[in-house]
Each structure stands twice: as C-alpha cells, then as structure tokens.
C-alpha cells in the first residue's frame, strides 16, 4: 500500500497542475513547455542508467554490508557524473536541432537542469534498502513543492520555462536531502572514472533498454514539433498527460512482484507462473476498465482538465485510452517476466526496435495525419512491443500459461 501511496501521489500532483497550465499557458506555450519537459525526462533516462532496475536490486542483496553499499553509492554518483558529458551534448544538440526549442534557451537550461537534479537523487538505494517512508519522502516532496510553485509563480504564457525551473530546484533539494541521510549512515564519495565505468558497462543491457523506453515515450512531442504547428503539438500534449499517467499504476507491480518473481524462477517455476498469471490478470483487467472508463468520459474530462480551447482533443483521449491495456500486456511480459528470467539482452533488443518503429511510422504519420496519426502510431506501436515480447516468450516456452498446459 506505501508504494501505491506514492505511486498515487506521482499521478494526482501533474493532474492538480495540468488544468492550471494547460488555460495559464495556452496551446502554443503549452506545447512549448511539453517539448521542454520531454526532453528532461529524455535525459533523465540517460542519467537514470537503470539504476531504479540494477542498482536497487544489488543493494537489496547486500543491505548488510556497509563497505559494498558505500563503494557502490560512489561508483554510482561517478558513473552519473560521467554520464553527464553525453547529457549536456545532446541537450545542445536538441537546442539547436528541434524547430521547438530553437531560441529557448530558458526553457533548455531548465530542461537540462532538471535531469542533472534527478541524477543526484538516491531514492533507487534507500527503495533497495526497503525504506519506504524515505522513498515516500523523496518523491513527493519535490511534487509537492514544484506544484505549490506553479501555482504560486506561472502566470502568463511567456512562462512556459518556469514550470521546469521550478521542478528542477525542488528535486535539487530533495536529492541533497537523500545524500545528508546517506553520508551519516555509510558516507558519501566518488568512485573513480574507472570504477563509474565498470559501473557503466555491466548495467549497459538495462541501460539500453530504460533509454530506448523513455525515447519510445517522449518520441512523440519531439516528432510532431517537426510536422505541425506548437498550439498542435500543445493540445495533444495536453491529452497526452491525462491518459499516460494512468500506465504509472503498472510501476507499483515492478516493485511489488519482480523480486519474488525472480526468486521463484530459480527456485519454484510452478508457483512463479501461477503468481505470473494472476499478475498478468490484473493489470490486464485495470488497463480495460481504464480503456472503457476514459473513453466514455473523454467528451468530459477534456473540457473539465484542459479547457475549451482543447476540445479537438476528445478524439486523441479515446484512442490513447487504447493504450492502457496493451501497455500492461507489455509492462508484464517486460518488466515483471522477462527481467526476472534474466532476459535484459531481448529486452533491450525489443525496446531499440520500438524506437525504430516509433520515429519511422510516427514521421510518416504525422507528416501525412497529423496528431490523430500520431496517436494511433503510439498504440500501434506499443501493440508491436507486446506482441514482440509475447511472440520471443512463446518461441522460448517460457510464458507463465505454457507449463501449466505441459510445455
């Protein structure tokens, strides 16, 4: 229930926001402020590097252990550190490259600042450590005050940076919080260059596999900013932050489930299927009952969150809303049964082919349909991720249902 608590609180503080920014800013500032934002959580996975999936886990098996917590911490912060060589070129990159972000260097600066305060913020270890009130803490307070800020100092549609700049100095102080507390219990330090990148590379398939996933999720904003205009770009945006936070509900399942699903497979493979099933199960039922719910109330829920000026986007919600069950078809085959097997590399492999699907299909159809095209390319593409993982689990005979038949 902790985790879902704060699962809940990541959803309800954008939703609190989303209608205050969305008639603050207007479409077309809105579609700037959704460029900027994608291309924070972009570098975020960057710097992330899979931690939450690799690190969380190495600290679970050696909780106990002070010297190896404390060396890993350090080759952890090294290896971010490092990281943030690739992030800053590609943030220039970005600047310079995207039609939406040429001549906004606030908006960039506060991009990039954003993802430089994430990488420092530990919660992946204190989450290791099963301190749920400390996670607890780091991640709503940074919702908590970025929000309070955007109500307090976004006014106008010029501001379309402020939003990021305000997320960025509530995770900088969340994130120095979390490392206080680890520096009075194990100590905090660097690594050195060679031991971040020993990090590097034995984390480089999860890597891999988190980056090409943020890409598939953010690829969308940065593509339409190419083929149609920003109050375009703007509203299905706008759309888009409705529905795409429902599929956070799946991340509570990671972190209940991956860990007694991996024990299972080396150590009871019928229970582990029978658990397997009952997961699938659920979150396949919830991502339904979102489909139904959102797509009956989308004539609603537009004018009630966005405003008037986003009525075009009551079509895009009910075809996004068809995402929520294939994501968590996807999200189980991924996250909760191939991890657990040890699969990372086809993982990875399936997640690079998705991008590449993403940007291919999505180019065209935005170019030739706009953002309707755009939102079928999102759940075309996340049917093709589902579809991938099920067809390469089948092939395998390693499907939670198939022992139970024999196989």
Known sequence: ??????????????????????????????????????????????????????????????????????????????????LTIPATFLSILAFFSLPMLKG????????SAWAFAFSLNPTWFFLGLERVRMVAFLEVLPRAL???????????????????????????????????????????????????????????PLFVF????????????FILGLFVPSGQVGL??????????????????????????????????????????????VMVGLGLLGTVVIYLAAPTLVPLLLGGKYAEG???????SLILPLSAVAHFLGAQWMLPHGMDRPLAGIALLAVFLSVIIGSLSAHFLG???????EVLTTALIALARLGYLARAKRLPWQNRAGA
């Open 1 to 82: 229930m902790g985790l879902y608590s704060i699962q809940a609180t990541n959803v309800l503080f954008p939703l609190l926001t989303l209608p205050y920014l969305s008639r603050v800013l207007g479409p077309e500032s809105f579609g700037l402020y959704a460029t900027g934002q994608a291309l924070s959580l972009f570098l975020q996975g960057l710097l992330e590097y899979g931690l939450a999936l690799s690190g969380t886990r190495e600290v679970s098996k050696h909780r106990n252990e002070k010297e190896f917590l404390s060396q890993l911490l350090a080759s952890a912060l090294t290896a971010r550190l490092l």
């Open 104 to 111: 906004q260097v606030a908006l960039t600066l506060a991009a």
């Open 146 to 204: 970025s929000a309070l800020g955007i109500f307090s100092f976004v006014k106008e549609p010029s501001q379309a940076y402020l939003p990021l700049l305000l997320n960025a100095l509530a995770t900088l102080l969340a994130s120095a919080i979390g490392i206080l507390f680890l520096r009075g219990e194990i100590g905090v330090r660097l690594a050195s260059p060679r031991e971040g990148a020993a990090l590097l590379k034995t984390g480089l």
């Open 210 to 221: 988190r980056i090409a996933a943020g890409l598939q999720a953010t690829a969308s904003v």
């Open 236 to 281: 299905y945006a706008a759309v888009d932050r409705v529905v795409k936070p429902l599929t956070v509900a799946w991340e509570p399942f990671n972190r209940l489930f991956s860990a007694r699903l991996a024990y299972l497979a080396q150590t009871d493979s019928s229970r582990g299927n029978a658990l397997g099933r009952q997961v699938f199960g």
């Open 314 to 320: 009551v079509g895009i919600m009910r075809i996004l």
């Open 371 to 377: 953002i309707l095209g755009m939102a079928w390319t």
